[in-house]
């Protein structure tokens, strides 16, 4: 269920801390980016891959990759049922492409074992998500796209915009709903890319916010975007 923006546990302790400790969860995927992009935005990344490595974290980053993967691996090292719970629980979490799939509450096509069940979330925020929904890796494609919240980072004048952010797509997801209280940051338009029958002018979800829940489809982490991280940061500190 999506959660308005608020106080959440942990709130006051993650204002005071002057350097966050973020964890990456690091089972597969491009987790050694998102670090990157951590450390250069003022954060302490962990390495996060087993129970006792979510201990004491500000907050939390689910790389892209392969979201059956991470399902899988996450369940098997112990990890997914206490990252459940500290989701519920107020960590602030941001997801890219895979790590968006991940923090659906529902999957539109979720893929299926040899038994046909269907692959696990986290979950967290109130939207439906497609896999893979700009194709395959051959249809993989950049763009610019205007962001929402990026305006109220330093640097941006008072009442000035943002630079659009720079977006890469790799198998993305897109969103295809959300329910109350999911912002939505960003959408980009599929027409006549990958989504022919989509008809002129559709535009697709592809960044949303959830209380301190942030999901983006593409990867700011492979093109030295580093405002989405940044952004991430100020929510962790209270000041976004």
Sequence with gaps: MARPRGPTPGDAGRKRRRVPKIGVLALQGDFREHAAALASGGAEPVVVRRPGELA???????????????????????VADPLRRMIREGLPVYGSCAGMILLADTVADPATDRAGNPQQTFGGIDMVVRRNAFGRQVDSFETDLDFAELDRLPGVPDGGRADPVHAVFIRAPWVESVGPGVEVLAAVEVAGRA??????????????????????????????????????????????
């Design 56 to 78: 004491g974290l500000d907050g939390l980053v689910i790389p892209g990759g392969e979201s059956t993967a991470i399902d899988k691996l996450a369940r098997a090292f112990g």
């Design 195 to 240: 989504d022919p029958g989509a008809g002129r002018g559709v535009a697709r979800i592809v960044a949303v916010r959830s209380g301190m829940l942030l999901a983006t489809s593409f990867h700011p982490e492979v093109t030295g975007e580093r405002r989405i991280h940044q952004l991430f940061i100020q929510m962790i500190r209270g000041e976004a």
